[in-house]
């Protein structure tokens, strides 16, 4: 192989074979191609983009630079979801655990906040004790004993992707629709999963601010799934105003416990189930949406998910009885009266992180104490002087969140409807 062939003949625009992809994912990962080779390589993807058999082929040369899950024949069927990335999305806390009670098993590898987001293991992690950093022998145990762990990418699974994702970030790479596609499905795919479900945010809040952009991504993503053979489905979901009512760390174990005993925002539990629901089918564990919608709902609400959920804590060094933080409470009220019009989600996440509930450079220590209360919804309408959110803070960054929040909620005087929930189901 010669790279500057296989980045001219990319540049150019011709197909490139799923032997040339692995050859260069291959030479990449062993330091044969040098990183000035790859990232020209990268903006000719970024630039003449991949057909689905390319995506496929980087996909799965990218999942086979390291090790993958391997399960014993027979065992429960393996599931997980992804999701792109939002304000308050908490879903995998109380869908792992949900789907675990209807006998499915969730090996669930998760990230930490990414841009204004928040990430799965850090929320975990404001559970005193609880551990996500586990070899893949460990992590395979606890998902055997429980039927799920949420826990962090060990360094051995898909190393193709950390090099190049580091790469991407740093030559601006990384809103490209099969790059990303097989960055996200190289990483779950080596899972050994039997079905795989993607919630694509678009919105203020999400990584693809148009509904478009986010189907888009989606089609890629399941069309990717399919062609490696993995039932996929994914759900394009609505990211212009934080999910649930809380977002931060600890504040958003709260919600998912709520969740998890069969209380909590409405919005919260549909999108778990929802999404739940799409698994069960696949894994013909449900025979149509209508009845696995039915099983979710009676685990939320006969206390199996919660106690599948206390097991998977337990497992993985949790306390959950242990108390967990809250800052002091501070109200920002309405300014004017009106109707609630738009949020600026990702400013709300920005908010956050100015707290200190996300990270502002690699190695941040985390409060995981802060966060806010989500009190109106777009849509709504409010009286000048009416709380609209509250935040959890102590000094850090109390005064520029506060003015960040403030700003970041539009009130007009014409009623608006807000945006569905589910926009698009993609299969
Ligand atoms: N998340 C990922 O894991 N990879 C990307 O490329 C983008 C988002």
Redesign the pocket.
Same mark, same amino acid.
């Given at each position: 192989m010669n790279p500057v062939q296989l980045i001219s003949r990319k540049r150019d625009g011709a197909e490139l074979s799923a032997a040339e992809i692995g050859e260069l994912i291959g030479g990449y990962v062993r330091g044969d191609v040098p990183d000035y080779q790859m990232s020209a390589w990268a903006m000719a993807v970024f630039l003449r983009g991949m057909t689905t058999a390319e995506t496929a082929a980087l996909t799965d040369s990218m999942l086979r630079s390291g090790v993958v899950f391997e399960w014993a024949k027979g065992g429960k069927r393996k599931v997980d979801k992804?999701s !792109? $990335?939002g304000i308050g999305d908490k879903v995998s806390i109380p869908l792992a655990p949900a789907l675990a009670a209807c006998g499915l098993e969730v090996p669930m590898i998760s $990230?930490r906040g #990414?841009g204004a987001t928040g990430g799965t293991l850090d929320k975990l992690e404001a559970i005193p004790g609880l551990r996500t950093n586990f070899s893949i022998e460990e992590a395979q145990r606890i998902s055997g004993e429980v039927g799920c762990v949420i826990c962090a990418a060990s360094e051995k699974l898909v190393p193709a992707?950390r090099k190049l994702?580091a790469l991407?970030d740093v030559t601006g790479t990384?809103p !490209?629709i099969p #790059? &990303?596609?097989? !960055? &996200?499905m190289s990483?779950k795919l080596a899972e050994g999963l039997d079905a795989l479900v993607l919630d694509v945010k678009w919105g203020s809040g999400a990584?693809m601010k148009s509904r478009a952009d986010a189907a888009a991504l989606a089609t890629s993503l399941v069309n990717t799934g399919k062609r490696m053979g993995v039932p996929t489905v994914a759900l394009v979901t609505d990211m212009n105003q934080p999910l649930g009512r809380l977002a931060g760390n600890a504040v958003e174990i709260d919600e998912s416990v709520e969740c998890l005993q069969g209380a909590g925002p409405a919005d919260l539990r549909l999108l778990t189930i929802e999404l739940g629901a799409e698994l069960l089918v696949a894994t013909k564990v449900a025979s149509d949406l209508a009845s696995a919608r039915t099983k979710l709902e009676k685990t939320l609400d006969d206390g199996s998910a919660f106690a599948a959920f206390e097991r998977m804590v337990a497992a993985q060094g949790g306390n959950l009885s242990a108390p967990r933080p809250r800052a002091a409470r501070v109200v920002i009220t309405a300014e004017r009266s009106g109707y609630i019009q738009q949020i600026d989600t990702e400013a709300l996440g920005w908010a956050i992180i100015e707290l200190g509930g996300g990270r502002k450079q690699l190695g941040d220590q985390l409060d995981y104490s802060t966060g806010l209360e989500m009190l109106v919804r777009i849509g709504d309408q409010v009286s000048a002087g009416q709380p609209l959110v509250e935040i959890f803070a102590g000094d850090r960054g109390r005064d520029s969140a506060k003015r960040m929040i403030q700003q970041a909620i539009t009130i007009g005087d014409a009623p608006v409807d807000p945006p569905p929930l589910i926009a698009e189901r993609i299969t």
């Open positions: 992804h !792109s $990335g $990230g #990414l992707d994702y991407r990384v !490209s #790059l &990303i596609t097989a !960055s &996200i990483k990584f």
